[in-house]
């Protein structure tokens, strides 16, 4: 079984045991909590022996909430002897797409008005790959005319057009994909941040 962290999202935690067929057997997901705390409490509630491998969130997201997540990850594969598996916020979010969407764009919330996006594609033997890179835009400048679906799993991000899907399935069923990568070395987890966009005036 897979132990799934995803604590990228401002004060919220999800954390999953998947099997390799990315079902969640067990699952907490806690909104609007202090993260560390919080997911103390559910890592104590969903460890277990049964456990062969480990997959955290490496954002995008809350500078606080992912460094803190792959912490815990990185302490738990580390006490027990587990691979360890790195996967970026927004490939949770476009694994919470329909089956049937083959390109897909997933959104999260980046605060202040702003929100992360990436593009993905689903391809028949791999799952979902990541067609661009994260970037940080305004909500009001997403469009999403030219994909199968706009994903989120965060409801301060929904709106026209925007599929808000669950994040504890969107979560097991990245975890499997992300376990049929190679697993980390301590030193190659490394955080994924997107820098807000500087303007400058001129004239």
């Known amino acids: 079984m897979i132990l799934a962290i995803d604590t990228s999202l401002r004060r919220r935690v999800v954390v999953a045991i998947a099997g390799r067929d990315g079902v ?59 691979p360890l598996y790195g996967i970026g916020s ?12 083959q390109r897909i764009r997933a959104v999260s919330d980046a605060s202040r008005g702003g929100i992360f996006v990436a593009g993905f594609v689903r391809v028949p033997g791999v799952h979902i790959r990541r067609e661009t890179d994260a970037r940080r835009i305004e909500l009001n400048a997403l469009n999403g005319g030219d994909v199968d679906a706009v994903v989120s799993t965060d409801v301060a991000v929904s709106g026209d057009g925007i599929l808000v899907a669950d994040a504890i399935l969107a979560l097991a069923a990245a975890a499997a994909s992300a376990v049929l990568g190679r697993p980390l070395d301590t030193a190659e987890l490394t955080a994924e941040y997107v820098a807000r966009p500087r303007f400058t005036l001129t004239g």
């Open 24 to 82: 969640a057997a067990d699952s907490v997901c806690l909104d609007d909590v202090a993260v560390a705390p919080a997911l103390g409490t559910a890592l104590q509630r969903l460890l277990s022996d049964e456990l062969d491998a480990v997959v955290v969130a490496t954002g995008p997201g809350s500078y606080t909430g992912v460094r803190t997540g792959m912490a815990a990850a990185l302490g738990v594969a580390h006490a027990r002897g587990l």
């Open 90 to 101: 927004l490939d949770i979010v476009a694994h919470g797409a329909p089956l049937t969407a």
